[in-house]
């Protein structure tokens, strides 16, 4: 993975080129792992982005 990159383009790469029968539902990410276009390409292929998102504060 380059440096820099973000990490969601890998995950959901990874995901769709899987062959195996177990699928998972949910995937972790660290915080290069999420963005707007990510989330939504995550609901389209039926599962759910996680990320850890830094100095997160609700």
């Known amino acids: ?3 820099g990159a973000w ?3 890998y995950i959901i790469d990874g995901l ?3 062959a ?3 699928q998972p539902k949910t ?3 660290d915080t290069q792992g999420q963005s ?3 989330f939504i390409l995550a609901h ?3 599962f759910d982005l996680m ?3 830094r100095n997160w504060r609700p």
């Open 16 to 18: 769709l080129a899987s």
């Open 36 to 38: 707007f276009p990510v």
């Open 27 to 29: 995937v972790h990410a």
């Open 7 to 9: 990490e969601a383009i």
């Open 1 to 3: 993975m380059p440096c």
């Open 20 to 22: 195996s029968e177990v």
């Open 51 to 53: 990320p850890r998102i």
């Open 44 to 46: 389209l292929f039926g």
